[in-house]
């Protein structure tokens, strides 16, 4: 189970205006921090040599969250705005990941720098947070386009607890055009799928009839296909893809096949 840890020190702010339409001199929806998903450019954000395998994400929830993954570790805080202005709470709880390396070393100079955002600008895809020191350049992501591909189960959430996959087992997920397929551990699925900004849902899923040796499998199958079905909402970063269930915790988490 991830557990959040305090990784800064200091108070949180009052979320406000987490809905506001953004900086752009046009407004409008297309001019919002909340609903993309923005994946750090490393190389114009100057948090040393870009590395391969390393992604930092921001996600702006219109309740003043600010979520996201810093390279390493998943990150959570909160934010607030005023016309152009934005502020980023000091106080960042994160997942407890030992880091190593590049992943260690981006993750630092960015949960450093991101609470010294002081205004905000959207062109197109492109947000620029200037802070006090240098500044903060993300892209959007094209959820749908992250999330087409073929996956394999890291972990999935069985009723209370988040596992590995029986030893031995692999599951997997496909994702293409409207559709989700994959083999459960012991038979293939199919079904339908929607992803709109970062919010999924999955199902109804049916599954081939095969009937499986394994007690433990077969229990395995249930569960991870009642998981996919719990899926609300899903983040991809640093080469992973998770859903997460109405309250925010894991159903599935994926790595790249």
């Not at 948090?47 to 390493?72: E, I, K």
Request: net charge negative; with cysteine; aromatic share 6%.
């Amino acid at each position: 189970m991830l557990v959040l840890a305090v990784v800064t020190a200091g108070a949180l702010l009052a979320a406000c205006g987490g809905d506001d339409d953004g900086g752009g001199d046009g407004g409008g929806k297309n001019q919002s921090l909340v609903g993309p998903e923005w994946e750090l450019d490393q190389q114009a954000s100057k948090l040393g040599t870009p590395s391969r395998g390393v992604t930092v994400t921001a996600r702006f929830g219109s309740d003043g969250s600010l979520t996201g993954n810093s390279g390493c570790n998943n990150y959570a805080t909160t934010y607030a705005v005023d016309g152009k202005q934005l502020t980023v709470a000091s106080q960042i709880a994160g997942t407890r990941r030992l880091c190593a390396g590049p992943a260690n070393n981006v993750e630092a100079a960015y949960l450093a720098r991101l609470p010294k955002a002081e205004s905000f600008a959207i062109d197109a895809t492109v947000l620029t947070i200037t802070t006090s020191s240098d500044p903060l350049v993300y892209r959007a992501v094209n959820a749908k386009d992250a999330l087409a591909g073929k996956w394999e189960v890291l972990n999935y959430f069985r009723p209370g607890a988040v596992v590995s996959p029986v030893l031995g087992s692999t599951l997997t997920a496909e994702f293409a055009d409207g559709t989700i397929s994959g083999n459960s551990g012991c038979n293939q699925y199919t079904g339908p799928y929607e992803a709109e900004g970062t919010s999924i849902t999955i199902g109804p899923l049916a599954t081939t009839l095969r009937a499986c040796a394994d007690p433990a499998v077969d229990q395995q199958e249930t569960d991870y296909l009642a998981a996919l079905a719990l899926a609300r909402t899903f983040s991809v970063a640093g080469g992973n893809l998770t859903l997460f269930r109405e309250d925010g915790g894991i159903a599935v988490t994926f790595a790249k096949a």
